[in-house]
């Protein structure tokens, strides 16, 4: 079994941005718990995982026991296994109760180190809690943090942005995530703009606030592997590095999907459904899509190319095609073809979106 990823999709408060499946119902946590187990004791393989990943929602919503209950049902792994958490989450209990699991990697949602900007996101923690986080994790004995940033925030000027990068890297992290603010449909943060009620940080300026996030990052010594993700030499994301390279993974509860090579399926969006369904030993999965060749191709452009290394194209059958379609990009500076690899220049990082859909099988 390669990569396991369980969704805990309970929250205290709902943040305005978010377009994840999540719930305030945290009185269904136990029942949840119980309806996880129950679906992984249920997979057809149950070796030793190369990755596990739980997250949300906020899985350090979950407590202790309920933790461990679900960790005693997990396969065994001798590889990565990261839970995200909010900060305010980590006391010095919890962050013990971390390290005695399974757990050997943390990923925490900083976000931003300004308390007006989190306060406008509804996060539930303070800038002053981050720093706290990291240091109760690596008293109990967690050697790999993780931390999410966010920048293009309405009024947010580029030096204020450089300092909260300066401020991550201060807390001497393994591994930095850093996403423009999105608005997506749905959501809070989303309605506001429609309303005119937020003005979005402009293209240029967001443009030159990933500019200055590579750069700063690249002075700390961060290799930028991924598009969004940028890691310390031997501590890049394993699981999520899984997605990018198209190895299969199972996932595990509401609204998590699952991926064996061939088809990808996902679990019902509704935590009450879910426990119902699971409870009555009947199947989760909302939907199942058997992949043809073009979206196989699709997904790969899409994938491969958001890293570093880019896409192989040594022996693939689609090589002439792939040539075919760069090579307007290969002229204009936004791809390179290194040896048999196509990969994103740096100018072509900026608008990799668009090199990517003229990339892809229509």
């Known amino acids: 079994m390669a990569g396991i990823y369980v969704h805990i999709p309970f929250c205290k408060s709902r943040c305005i941005y978010c377009g994840f499946y999540s719930t305030v119902l945290t009185e269904w946590r136990d029942r949840y718990v119980d309806a996880l187990c129950k679906e992984i004791t249920s997979l057809p393989s149950r070796q030793t995982a190369e990755t596990i990943y739980i997250g949300g929602g906020t899985p350090s919503q979950l407590l202790l026991p309920q933790l461990q209950r679900l960790f005693a049902a997990l396969p065994k792994t001798t590889g990565e296994v990261t839970i995200e958490c909010n900060p305010d989450d980590i006391t010095p209990e919890f962050a013990e109760g971390l390290a005695s699991l399974p757990v050997n990697r943390v990923s925490m949602g900083a976000q931003t180190f ?111 592997y991924e598009i969004s993700n940028f890691a310390r030499a031997g501590y890049r994301s394993r699981h999520n590095s ?103 220049t740096r100018k072509g990082l900026f608008v990799s979106d668009m090199v990517m859909s003229d990339l892809m099988r229509v």
């Open 242 to 344: 899984s997605y990018w390279n198209s190895i299969p993974y199972i996932g595990i509860g509401a609204a998590a999907h699952s991926y064996d090579g061939n088809s990808r399926w996902w679990n019902i969006s509704d935590v009450r459904e879910y426990c119902r369904r699971i409870e009555n030993g009947e199947s989760p999965v909302e939907e199942r899509e058997v992949l043809d060749e073009d979206t196989r191709f699709n997904d790969l452009v899409m994938t491969r190319l958001r890293t570093c290394e880019g896409i192989d194209i040594s022996n693939a059958p689609f090589r002439q095609q792939l040539l075919r379609d760069a090579e307007k990009h290969l002229r204009g500076g936004l791809l390179i073809l290194d040896g048999n690899r196509l990969k994103l």
């Open 114 to 224: 300004d308390n007006n900007r989190l306060h406008f996101l509804r996060r539930r923690h303070t800038a002053e809690q981050v720093p706290a986080a990291v240091s109760l994790l690596r008293k109990a004995g967690i050697r790999n943090i993780s931390i999410d940033l966010m920048f293009g925030f309405p009024g947010e000027t580029l030096q204020e942005w450089q300092s909260g990068i300066l401020k991550a890297v201060s807390l001497g992290v393994e591994h930095i995530s850093a996403y423009s603010l999105m608005y997506e449909e749905d959501t809070p943060l989303y309605s506001m703009k429609q309303r005119g009620e937020i003005v979005p940080t402009d293209e240029e300026l967001s443009l030159r606030m990933y500019e200055v996030l590579i750069d700063e990052l690249a002075k700390a010594g961060f290799e930028h």
